[in-house]
């Protein structure tokens, strides 16, 4: 097989040097087939992660997260934060203003 560069030049390379990173990626995509197909119940919310700067779906994932507005959209918010939140019920960066304006008040 062969890679065509930006330069016009084309290296060989043997299929079989790319068969791990074939299954690889055959495998993420039968496990995100089936949490959308149902096998799970919820398909994981789409928190941004370093794979979006190679992704094609980026654009879905963020226009969802702007019309959810989605807890994740908070500056500096880690994933794992965004996960206690949404399973505290606070899933919106508009219910997270008004839980800390909450806080606020009672101090």
Not at 18 to 28: I, P, T
Request: aromatic share 12%; with cysteine.
């Amino acid at each position: 097989m062969y890679l065509i560069l930006g330069d016009g030049t084309m290296p060989a390379f043997a299929p079989d040097d790319f068969a791990a990173y074939a299954e690889r990626v055959r495998s993420q995509f039968e496990t995100r087939y089936a949490q959308l197909a149902g096998a799970e119940p919820d398909p994981a919310y789409p928190y941004k992660v370093g794979e979006c700067q190679f992704c094609h779906w980026w654009k879905v994932c963020v226009n969802r997260r702007r019309d959810d507005d989605h807890v994740s959209l908070v500056a500096n918010l880690e994933r794992a934060q965004g996960l206690k939140l949404e399973a505290a019920g606070v899933s919106s960066v508009a219910a997270l203003a008004i839980s800390a304006t909450r806080q606020w008040c009672r101090a």
